[in-house]
């Protein structure tokens, strides 16, 4: 292999890099704008209560929030919602979408 194809496969691979670092800029930068229109609808739909009671469980359980504020957009971009969502409704949908837990008594015999 001459120096002039190596230079070419290095030149190659540059491209190549620097095409998939600009691929991953763009899809970081569309994740962002969504992530900024989600928080846009929030705020136009839910009372400030209910939306730091939302940001508190993402912090401890982001995926869950994450679902949570679709619901709450989808809820909104259908227009079911009628009035801002309170910290009393938040409650009520957080409920219904958290499962049960199951208690369970030990009892030692003997």
């Known amino acids: 292999m001459g120096d002039d194809e190596l230079a070419e496969l290095r030149r190659q691979r540059m491209m190549q890099l620097q095409q998939q670092q600009m691929a991953e800029q763009e ?20 009372e400030p209560e209910a939306r730091e009671r939302l940001n508190t469980i993402k912090l401890t359980k982001p995926e869950f929030a994450a679902a949570v504020e679709q619901q709450i957009v989808a809820l909104a971009q ?31 015999v003997g």
Do not use: H, Y
């Open 78 to 108: 259908s227009g079911r919602l009628r009035q801002k969502i309170t910290d009393d409704q938040l409650k009520q949908l957080l409920s219904q979408i958290v499962p049960q837990k199951k208690e369970f008594n030990i009892r030692r």
């Open 27 to 46: 899809q970081a930068q569309r994740q962002q704008q969504m992530q900024a229109q989600i928080q846009s609808v929030l705020m136009q739909v839910m």
